[in-house]
């Protein structure tokens, strides 16, 4: 047991290496440049093509990187909204190699020990670090810990992964308007117009793995709501990222959330919604 907990951490520890390695960044950098100029010359790739991992669990690394080398990367602030430790997030390839600072709100005390920990050296130690904030979220604190922890206004990017009112938190939310959004919807939910009701009490897994959260049709109506339109999602669906309204409108075009289900697994995670279509929901 001790050698395979020496074999799992060493490869742990060097997984981190390779990704923090100064070549990692400059890669990425070149590619925001190439961007830079297809964008000049009216020659940018399709949105869904440009997708790729390296600290987020998905494609959501690639995807973001496409967006801000396109918008630019203002401020270079960030929320995430259940970040776990921070180190494997939508936010921190961001974070690591390209100096933005934010919040990463989470839970759990023991990943935020750790997240911490990782980056009172990363990038380097005089970069500015991000701030953590462990916090249950509800709808009814959201404004108030984000204004305490002195952000307010435009920001660049939110993201919301909380496993349970994801949905009804990004209702709530006021005090900063993000320029784009990632957030969770269940694609086990498929075409419904759904959203399972608020409960400010709510722990996954709850009554039921899959009975929480929104679809993506409900929580594409809230973006339009909010004034902002869809432009993609991870390959597998789940995390859908909207762009606001004024920005890139002849780069990227929007999307309807029926064409973000595309995948074999999404679309075999429909027949999981059986087992509770009949319980409480509200249209979004």
């Known amino acids: 047991?001790?050698?395979?907990?020496?074999?799992?951490?060493?490869f742990s520890k060097r997984i981190h290496r390779d990704k923090l390695h100064p070549s990692v960044g400059i890669g990425q950098r070149a590619l925001m440049q190439q961007y830079q100029l297809?964008?000049?010359?009216?020659?940018?790739?399709?949105?869904?093509?440009?997708?790729?991992?390296?600290?987020?669990?998905?494609?959501?690394?690639?995807?973001?990187?496409?967006?801000?080398?396109?918008?630019?990367?203002?401020?270079?602030?960030f929320i995430e909204i259940g970040s776990n430790d921070g180190i494997n997030s939508n936010c921190s390839n961001l974070a690591i190699h390209f100096g933005w600072?934010?919040?990463?709100?989470?839970?759990?005390?023991?990943?935020?020990?750790?997240?911490?920990k990782f980056y009172s050296n990363i990038p380097t130690p005089y970069?500015?670090?991000?701030t953590y904030i462990q916090a249950i979220i509800q709808r009814e604190?959201?404004?108030?810990?984000?204004?305490?922890?002195?952000?307010?206004?435009?920001?660049?990017l939110l993201s919301i992964d909380i496993d349970g009112n994801d949905y009804w938190v990004w209702d709530a939310l006021t005090v900063v308007q993000p320029k784009v959004v990632v957030i969770e919807t269940h694609t086990e939910f498929g075409l419904e117009n759904i959203v399972v009701p608020?409960?400010?009490?709510?722990?996954?897994?709850?009554k039921h793995p899959i009975y929480h959260g929104a679809s993506v049709i409900a929580m594409n109506n809230l973006a339009e709501k909010k004034g902002y339109r869809l432009v993609g999602a991870n390959d597998l669906g789940m995390n859908q990222i909207y762009i606001r309204k004024d920005l890139l409108l002849d780069e990227v075009p929007s999307v309807s959330p029926e064409s973000t289900l595309w995948?074999?697994?999404?679309?075999?995670?429909?027949?999981k919604f059986r087992e509770i279509k009949d319980w409480e929901y509200m249209k979004g």
């Open 141 to 156: 604190n959201i404004n108030e810990l984000i204004s305490k922890a002195g952000l307010s206004g435009e920001i660049e």
């Open 1 to 10: 047991m001790w050698l395979k907990n020496l074999v799992k951490y060493y």
């Open 101 to 116: 600072s934010g919040l990463f709100f989470e839970g759990d005390p023991k990943l935020i020990r750790r997240g911490e």
């Open 198 to 206: 608020y409960d400010p009490h709510y722990m996954y897994p709850g």
């Open 263 to 271: 995948h074999p697994k999404a679309k075999a995670d429909f027949a």
């Open 127 to 130: 970069h500015p670090k991000p």
């Open 38 to 77: 297809a964008q000049k010359n009216k020659q940018v790739p399709a949105f869904h093509t440009t997708g790729f991992k390296v600290f987020s669990q998905f494609e959501e690394d690639g995807l973001l990187l496409f967006l801000f080398s396109l918008i630019g990367e203002g401020s270079k602030t």
